[in-house]
C-alpha cells in the first residue's frame, strides 16, 4: 500500500491549489484585457473550436452563469475561483479531520461545477477551453488528494488509539 506523509499530501494539495489559482489569475487577466480591448487575442484562444475567450465572454462566464448582471455575485468566475483555491490552501495546512471534511466538501462542489461547466463548454457553447479543463483537472487532483488526506488522517487516528490501548 502506497503510504504518503500528512506533510507531503499537504504540500501536494498546496501545489494543486496553487495551479489552480494561477490558472485563474490567468483567466481573470485575459477578461479583464477583453473587457478593454475587444481586438485582444489571448494564447489560449487556439482557433475558433478552442477558445477561452469564447466561454469566459459567454453568459456563464460571470456569476456561474446563474446569477444575474443585478446580483453582486454577476463577477467573473475566475475570481470565485481565486478566493476557492487560496482558502483551500490555506486549510490544507490544517491536519484537522473537521477542516478536511469541510475541504472535502467544498472540493466536492466545485468538482460539481466543473461538470456543469463542462457540459456547458461542449454542449452548449461548442468549444474545448484549454484553461477550463485545466481547472477540472487541477479538482479531480485535489479530490484525490483530500480523499487521500482524511484517509490518512484516520489511519494515523486508529494507530493512536490502538497504541493507547496497549499502553
Given at each position: 500500500m502506497l503510504v504518503i506523509s500528512l506533510p507531503r499530501i499537504n504540500s501536494l494539495l498546496t501545489l494543486s491549489c496553487l495551479i489552480g489559482l494561477g490558472l485563474s489569475l490567468y483567466a481573470y487577466t485575459v477578461e479583464l484585457q477583453i473587457e478593454k480591448n475587444n481586438k485582444y487575442t489571448?494564447?489560449?484562444?487556439i482557433n475558433p473550436q478552442m477558445s477561452c475567450s469564447k466561454a469566459f465572454k459567454s453568459e456563464y462566464g460571470k456569476g456561474f452563469g446563474i446569477f444575474g448582471k443585478e446580483s453582486k455575485l454577476h463577477q467573473p468566475n475566475s475570481l470565485f475561483g481565486l478566493m476557492f483555491y487560496s482558502m483551500i490552501a490555506t486549510l490544507a495546512q490544517s491536519n484537522s479531520k473537521f477542516i478536511g471534511l469541510?475541504?472535502?466538501l467544498a472540493i466536492a462542489l466545485s468538482n460539481l461545477m466543473s461538470l456543469y461547466f463542462a457540459y456547458i463548454l461542449y454542449f452548449i457553447l461548442s468549444d474545448l477551453c484549454v484553461v477550463c479543463v485545466a481547472t477540472y483537472i487541477v479538482n479531480v487532483v485535489n479530490l484525490i488528494l483530500i480523499q487521500?488526506?482524511?484517509?490518512?488522517?484516520?489511519?494515523?487516528q486508529e494507530n493512536a488509539s490502538a497504541k493507547n490501548k496497549t499502553n
Open positions: 489571448p494564447m489560449c484562444d469541510l475541504c472535502l487521500l488526506k482524511l484517509k490518512t488522517i484516520k489511519t494515523l
